[in-house]
């Protein structure tokens, strides 16, 4: 489970580019909690990811994964805990090495010492079945270089090295955006299918409205630094994107204008 506890961050402090990125943000990730997180550019969902992750440290307030308090905790201590992907699909891997390293990492990582061999044969049967679920014929590419993957292939494989050793918590900073429909849906599907699994707690970002409401259980909205939405239950069950819109202009007293949001609506 995570627990954020009064989060707290500017940056560029006594500058004229002075911004609070993060005001008195408080939320708890349940461990069957997959969460949909929306909101516009500068909203503070990429910078809460960055808190979590220990990207940076927070100016005040906590940040609690499973009952231990990782505040000041450093972000490759973490990385142990926390899975993540990002938009691009070149973050996250290392594009000279093979497929099979790129796992090997990722698993010793949290499994064995950090300076354990790369590949140990044992588990090559492993990273071949997992590979194979995802339908993207790389269980017969372990020894192709990450670089000469596509950005699909590619964004797939960062998901099964983020998931590979069960990490107590996911992040997912819109790992799908930068994707052509077809493969942006299928590692959906393939993200949702291994959440499920593996009962991993979840947070992802999109811009997307309809799958913040069709993904997960839990719909969270920020904007200016702030949660303004939870939504979850029957209240998630049935609301409309344009419920939704109503609710944000019920909050903030204006209309949502997010252009990139409005037409991943349409």
Known sequence: MLEIRGLYKTFGKGTVNEHTALKNVSLTVK??????????????????????????LVDAGQIILDGKDVTFMPDYK????????????????APDMTIEENLSLAYNQSYRFPLAKA???????????????FEMGL??????????????????LTLLMATIAQ???LLLDEHTAALDPATAEKVL???????????????????NMQSALSVGNRTVMMDAGEVILDISGD???????????????????????????????T
Request: zero cysteines; glycine letters at 10%; a positive charge.
């Open 119 to 133: 590949v140990q044969k044992k588990d090559l049967a492993v990273y071949r079945e997992k590979l194979a679920a």
């Open 78 to 93: 973490r990385a142990r805990k926390i899975g993540m992907l990002f938009q691009d699909p070149l973050k996250g891997t």
């Open 235 to 265: 209240e998630r069950a049935q609301m409309q994107v344009t419920d939704l819109m109503n609710l944000y202009a019920g909050k903030r007293g204006k209309l949502l204008d997010n252009d990139r949001m409005l037409l991943s609506h």
């Open 189 to 207: 599907k393939i993200t949702v299918q291994i959440v499920r699994e593996q009962k991993i707690p979840t947070m992802m970002i999109t811009h």
């Open 31 to 56: 461990d069957d909690d997959f969460v949909t997180m929306l909101g516009s550019n500068g909203a503070g969902k990429s910078t809460l990811f960055g808190a979590i992750a220990g990207t940076f």
């Open 167 to 169: 990490p107590h918590l």
């Open 139 to 156: 269980e017969d590419r372990m020894k192709m270089k990450v670089g000469l993957l596509s950005g699909g292939q590619r964004q797939a």
